[in-house]
């Protein structure tokens, strides 16, 4: 394959008048390798440097923590929630800028989906409704999850200060934006979902009701870190705890993603299983090809394109702006480069994330399997995807 095959993936966009070498972003990807303290480490720094000097032309980190209260969702989540936490993102940061990446911090509260946080003991969510299956053993929890306590008008307030206050040291760290996560069943898609939120008062019930959070902490982060700094979001119907979770149908769609679309967004981002399937029984449209016609901002798509022709497919289509790939990332820190010359991939292997899925496990696996992260690595010797 020549770089002309991938001509679309490979094309300048602009993103909030950033101008952007490819489509190519790294998705956001849970590492838990923080330390206790929730601070970033320098394992941490090469990893991310990886990827940009890999070639992906925008980085999402993995979900970082948002306060010193309810949000923590996993032990060794790296978070954002205080000054120190802040500081140990600096040289990650300056790392994939030196680089020439654009780095996006992934701002996410755990709400019911919480399974360690060292800030307390119990869970808090929309509801009293406790997520299906059990913990997830590779972040490190075991057995079911816990009943959330359902969060108060207080409890709400601190969440929305939260998201702002680790939005100001996102900015301060020298990121150059980041995502509200409200995809995959953590807080702010508990929010919008019917499966978690039973809420009969102004934060729930209509579709407006569950808008209500996410909108009000997008508004509030926007009006905190001002108009140059990237404010995306992301969005799913699956969840973490409910894969077959799905939004009711095209009214529905239609109201969620209009309604996040009113807000200072500067990018939506639609993550799904496969992001070119259709998106639920009724439509033939993918999720992203859906927002794109709703939502007037740049459309991130996520799923299943780490084969590098659907993810051309996709943007040839017209069905997104730019494309997010995880786990073949995982597997080829490199991707982008690989890819453009026409170099094999290496296949994703569940064994390196188990089982714990951070940087050590990886770094293990790598060292047992001789496979290298980068092509550029002496030892190379992944066999093609
Ligand atoms: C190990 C791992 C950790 C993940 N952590 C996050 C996360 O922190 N935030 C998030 O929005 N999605 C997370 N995801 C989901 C990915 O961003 C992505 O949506 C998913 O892997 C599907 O894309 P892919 O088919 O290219 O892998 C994670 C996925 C994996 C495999």
Do not use: C
Not at 25 to 32: E, K, Q, Y
Not at 168 to 174: C, I, N, T, V, Y
Not at 274 to 299: H, I, M, N, W, Y
């Amino acid at each position: 394959m020549t770089t002309s095959t991938y001509s679309q993936l490979f094309s300048p966009v602009r993103l909030k008048g950033r101008e952007l070498a490819n489509r190519a972003v790294l998705a956001p990807m849970t590492r838990v390798s923080g330390t206790a303290e929730g601070h970033a480490t320098a394992a941490m720094r090469d990893y991310y440097r990886d990827f940009a000097a890999g070639g992906f032309a925008t980085l999402i980190t993995e979900g970082i923590y948002t306060d010193e209260a309810y949000s923590q969702g996993y032990r060794n989540q790296p978070g954002l929630a205080n000054d120190a936490q802040r500081d140990s993102w600096r040289p990650v940061v300056e790392a994939v800028h030196e680089q020439g990446g654009m780095f996006i911090a992934q701002l996410m509260h755990g709400g019911a989906q919480t399974q360690g946080n060292r800030f307390r003991d119990d869970t808090a969510g929309p509801s009293a409704v406790a997520p299906k299956g059990e913990q997830l053993g590779f972040y490190g929890g075991q057995g079911p999850y816990r009943v959330p306590r359902e969060m108060s008008e207080a409890d709400i307030e601190a969440v929305i200060a939260g998201f702002v206050d680790a939005a100001r040291r996102a900015r301060e760290a020298g990121f150059d934006g980041v995502e509200l996560h409200a995809a995959n069943g953590y807080l702010l898609d508990q929010f919008l979902s019917t499966g978690f939120n039973r809420r009969r008062d102004r934060w729930g019930g209509s579709v407006e009701g569950r808008l209500a959070l996410p909108r009000a902490v997008i508004r509030a982060v926007r009006d905190a870190v001002g108009e140059d700094f990237l404010v995306g979001i992301r969005l799913s119907q699956v969840k973490v705890t409910d894969p077959d979770y799905r939004w009711a149908g095209l009214d529905e769609a239609d109201a969620l993603l209009r309604g996040v679309a009113e807000e200072a967004l500067d990018y939506v981002h639609l993550s799904d299983i496969d992001a070119r399937a259709p998106a639920f029984e009724g439509t033939e449209q993918s999720l992203a090809a859906l927002a794109r016609e709703r939502v007037g901002v740049p459309v991130i798509a996520n799923g299943n394109l780490g084969d590098p022709a659907l993810a051309e497919a996709v943007l040839t289509a017209g069905e997104a702006d730019l494309v997010a790939v995880g786990k073949l990332a995982l597997a080829n820190r490199d991707w982008p480069r690989r890819v453009r010359e026409g170099l094999p991939l290496t296949a994703m292997d569940f064994a390196m994330l188990a089982p714990h899925a951070n940087l050590a496990t990886e770094a293990q696996w790598r060292e047992r399997n001789g496979v290298s992260a980068n092509h550029t690595d002496t030892r190379e010797t992944a066999a093609p995807a």
